[in-house]
């Protein structure tokens, strides 16, 4: 029976992908025959395109429901169409049976749930991708939120990859330049991790403090009663974001709440080095006028490196430096060093300021944007392979994006750049700066110090030769160095170096 669901699954995401890619085919090849017939060919495959999509995300659930809830929150990127039909997957997906998740829960407390959650809601109070929420109690009578994974949700889930997979491959005809090899893997790295709820439990513990300073509240974890595959925590109540009739809110606490989320996130980005990659307006929940934030499955690293570099790179848009911004990104490797920086400076002066003079409702489906989208893909195909992405950064962008269609949500008609450039300052000071250099010396301190242990094991079968212990500290200096050469930081490799070499004699 589960063959034959998953047999179901493929077919029909294969169906529709081959039916949708026919049309848009079509209204393709009318427009180079008439530019007004196309157009409305193609805003009638929009209208047909979305609800099917949609519907096949909230049937088969699981990957496709976090693709339509992408979808639903980017109306400056995606199709109205496509926008409205999915908005209902941003906060809810269809709920399973309570005797599909009683069997996940019997699994994971080895059938012995009344020893965790004497008392359990049988109806859930949401349903998500990966799995569902319910209300409980434990002994104590202490309230709690219970997220429980689906049983069958792996097969589904590689299912998903596999057709992704495909499309992102037929897509790539359209978007040549751009990194969708780099994005599937990048997908399949975050749902590989979300299905590991002990992981998401560490990630909310993690992040908590610094998203505590700027108000915003995660719930706490009961260790004791979670699983790989169940999720006990601290009881949020009140609304999702995605519930709320956001324009009901007064102005200020609309403008308090999106401030809050950028602060947030800047604080993530700049000074954790870890994010919440998944933003979505279901995973904010409005208790009166506190925020809270949940669903801690996907997240990523920044190393100490590249969160200096984005503070430079924020540093630059607060002083609307775009070719600053360019030589930031090509030091972080987005840009590798053989591209047309040249072009790319110019290409960038001008969409950024075009943007920032435009509200992003006014700029969405002008002639403008159709103009600027057909230099960018042509800009892309002239590259050649000259932009490189990090791997964090198709998360790390994903998420962003995310905040900025909320924070549209919020403060309708204002641009993110008018929004976030007030709460730059506090972010790119000098003293921002030189924490996050001695956090850096730090880290490279204790790496450092802590390698002749690590060398230990290849050293032992040998006789110390002074000339390797001189080597070591070199080989370290001069990988450093051609990482970054900057005056500070080969300090901090010499000193490091001096370090390995003292610690190896003393051995």
Do not use: M, N, W
């Given at each position: 029976m589960a063959f034959l669901s998953l047999a179901r699954r493929g077919f029909e995401g294969l169906t529709l992908l081959g039916s949708l890619g026919v049309?848009?085919?079509g209204a393709r090849v009318v427009g180079f025959v008439s530019t007004a017939g196309g157009r409305a060919l193609n805003r009638r495959v929009h209208a047909l395109g979305g609800p099917w999509f949609a519907a096949h995300c909230r049937?088969?659930?699981?990957?496709?429901?976090?693709?339509?809830?992408?979808?639903?929150?980017?109306?400056?990127?995606?199709p109205l169409a496509y926008v409205d039909a999915c908005c209902s997957l941003r906060d809810q997906a269809d709920a399973r049976p309570w005797a599909v998740v009683r069997a996940s829960l019997d699994h994971a407390y080895e059938h012995r749930i009344a020893d965790?959650?004497?008392?359990i809601e049988e109806t859930p109070l949401a349903a998500a991708s990966f799995g569902q929420v319910h209300r409980a109690w434990?002994?104590?009578g202490t309230q709690v939120a219970v997220k429980i994974q689906y049983p069958d949700l792996g097969p589904r889930v590689a299912m998903d990859l596999a057709i992704l997979r495909l499309a992102l491959h037929l897509f790539g005809l359209l978007l040549p330049g751009w990194p969708l090899k780099l994005i599937h893997e990048e997908i399949a790295r975050t749902s590989r991790e979300e299905q590991d709820y002990l992981a998401e439990g560490t990630s909310a513990d993690r992040l908590r403090p610094a998203l505590l300073k700027h108000g915003i509240k995660v719930p706490a974890i009961r260790w004791e009663h979670t699983r790989e595959t169940v999720l006990v925590m601290e009881f949020a109540n009140g609304p999702t974001l995605a519930r709320t009739d956001l324009a009901a809110l007064p102005e200020a606490l609309r403008r308090t709440i999106a401030g809050q989320i950028i602060d947030g996130y800047l604080d993530q980005l700049l000074d954790v080095g870890f994010f919440h990659g998944d933003p979505h307006a279901g995973n904010f929940i409005l208790d009166g006028e506190q925020l809270w934030l949940i669903d801690f499955g996907m997240t990523a690293e920044i190393s100490v490196r590249e969160r200096?570099?984005?503070?430079?790179?924020?540093?630059?848009?607060?002083?609307?430096?775009?070719d600053g911004m360019v030589d930031v990104l090509a030091e972080i490797g987005i840009v590798t060093p053989g591209s047309d920086r040249a072009g790319l400076k110019a290409l960038a002066h001008e969409i950024y300021h075009q943007l920032a003079q435009m509200t992003p409702h006014a700029f969405k489906g002008s002639r403008r944007e159709a103009e600027l989208s057909s230099r960018v893909a042509e800009f892309l195909r002239r590259m050649q392979g000259g932009i490189v992405f990090p791997r964090h950064t198709i998360l790390l962008t994903r998420a962003l994006s995310l905040?900025?269609?909320l924070c549209l949500e919020l403060i309708p008609g204002e641009a993110m750049l008018t929004q976030i450039r007030p709460r730059l300052r506090k972010f790119v000071s000098l003293k921002k700066r030189l924490a996050a250099i001695g956090d850096e010396l730090t880290a490279l301190w204790r790496f450092a110090t802590g390698l002749p242990s690590r060398l230990e094991d290849v050293l032992k079968p040998q006789r110390q030769d002074p000339a390797l212990t001189a080597l070591l500290p070199a080989v370290l200096l001069?990988?450093?160095l051609q990482l970054d050469p900057s005056p500070w930081r080969t300090l901090g490799a010499a000193l490091c170096g001096l370090a390995v070499a003292v610690a190896i004699l003393r051995r």
């Open positions: 049309l848009y085919l049937r088969h659930g699981a990957l496709l429901i976090k693709i339509g809830q992408f979808a639903a929150s980017r109306p400056d990127l995606f965790h959650l004497p008392r434990l002994a104590d200096d570099l984005y503070r430079r790179f924020l540093e630059c848009l607060r002083q609307d430096d775009t905040v900025e269609g001069v990988a450093v």
